[in-house]
């Protein structure tokens, strides 16, 4: 994996946890996200399991970065980032009575 590659993992993998504590967890940081790595001869999958908020990406309005700046929201890239910088980007929830379980995998595969 060149230096370009791990670099946009360690992005999209801090945007994905940035996402969980504050949408997920509602900025509280003491809470767990379980990280597991799987290295493929084909790719590198990356999933990420948090016990907060649902999350549908659906939900998420494509940035428009044809607005003037003083008319775009703080934030709301990093979805955007992730299916920038990964190859392919998953969700799935399983709703609970106050929680969810969540998982994000994020693959990035190898180049020929």
Do not use: W
Not at 8 to 29: M, R, S
Not at 61 to 83: K, S, T, W
Request: aromatic share 8%.
């Amino acid at each position: 994996m060149s230096l370009k590659d791990t670099y946009a993992v360690q992005l999209a993998v801090d945007e994905a946890c940035t996402n969980v504590i504050e949408h997920a967890y509602g900025g509280e940081c003491d809470k767990s996200i379980e990280l597991y790595c799987e290295v493929t001869p084909e790719a590198l999958i990356i999933r990420l399991h948090d016990h907060g908020e649902p999350f549908n990406p659906l939900d998420v309005p494509q940035p428009n970065f044809e607005a003037p700046i003083e008319e775009r929201d703080n934030g709301g890239l990093g979805l955007y980032l992730m299916r920038q910088l990964m190859d392919e980007i998953h969700f799935s929830f399983v709703p609970g009575e106050a929680i969810s379980d969540n998982t994000l995998t994020m693959i990035k595969k190898r180049k020929a």
